[in-house]
């Protein structure tokens, strides 16, 4: 075995054997299916430890996180991440500390108190604030790369979806959709800030069940982007998984912009941009699929 062999979950600890001789194997134990999803292969090491074993392609994202987590361990924040203990000089693993803490099932939300929401708003929209208004130093820039789907591509490329759809299906009706972008359009300006870009509900952690202690993991995929798109990312999840109605994840985005603070007057737009890009994608899915 060698340093470009395939990882795979069967032959995850025997690379690790080879390459981190230092690490027990017989300490690893499985977080869930997590360890055999994603960019990594992730365990848990005796009782404190997270280890992550990158797959071959994604060993700069795992020194971009291990860069960027270390550094953030240097600010007084309010949020929490998990502390860089080591890392393989090419990226092929890297251990952190566990937080002391869980995250929630999105079901949950539906089930929050007014003080419970305010709670978990208030702790998500500052976090958000302080990550996207910090100026990072260049050491921990190099690592992080800039997007290639600013807003001027997002348009043309969801242009190019809705032709698609409507060439090849009568069964969805892509004019509202069409005028709906060509309405935002004239609001996406451009900004540039460190975001997390996969602010999922299972990122986020809360600190021994405290609702203000708020934890937020995997950075692997932190890009240069506009800051709208790590609250844009978090109400496609919120709409896509909580009642259709809309009016609990309408609720629980409103408790996090009450405190996400920013001088982005079309913020608003941004995120209904986003959430159009993802239907319009899942759309463009779906009737591609059938032509397949």
Same mark, same amino acid.
């Given at each position: ?36 999803? #994603? ?81 978990? #708003? ?117 709409y896509s998984d909580l009642p259709?109605?809309?009016?609990v994840a309408k ?42």
């Open positions: 075995m060698n340093q470009t062999t395939k990882i795979t979950a069967e032959n995850v600890c025997d690379f690790l054997k080879r390459f981190a001789t230092g690490i027990s194997v017989e300490y690893l134990k499985p977080i869930s299916n997590r360890h055999r999803g #994603g960019d990594s292969f992730t365990f848990y090491y005796r009782d404190d430890v997270i280890l992550k074993i990158a797959r071959n392609a994604y060993r700069t994202r795992l020194l971009k996180e291990v860069k960027l987590t270390e550094y953030l361990h240097t600010l007084s924040m309010p949020f929490t991440v998990a502390k860089p203990i080591m890392a393989h000089d090419k990226g092929f693993y890297a251990m952190f500390s566990r937080i002391n803490g869980s995250s929630l099932p999105i079901e949950a939300l539906e089930k929050f108190t007014a003080k419970e929401l305010e709670s978990f #708003g208030k702790s998500l929209g500052t976090s958000l604030t302080f990550l996207h208004r910090h100026k990072f130093p260049d050491e921990v820039l190099d690592h992080i790369r800039r997007a290639d789907d600013p807003f001027a591509v997002a348009i043309r490329d969801t242009r190019q979806k809705l032709a698609f759809i409507a060439e090849n299906t009568a069964e969805i009706y892509t004019n509202r959709w069409s005028e709906k972008l060509e309405n935002l359009q004239e609001c996406l300006d451009q900004r540039w800030a460190v975001v997390h870009t996969d602010l999922q509900i299972n990122h986020l952690f809360f600190v021994q069940e405290d609702f203000a202690q708020l934890a937020i993991i995997d950075f692997a995929d932190a890009l240069l982007h506009d800051p709208a798109v790590d609250l844009s990312e978090f109400a496609i999840e919120m259709p109605d809309g009016n609720r629980v985005i409103d408790a996090v912009l009450k405190y996400y603070q920013t001088d982005d007057a079309a913020i608003t737009e941004k995120i209904e941009f986003g959430l159009l890009v993802f239907q319009i994608g899942r759309a463009y899915r779906w009737v591609k699929s059938s032509v397949d």
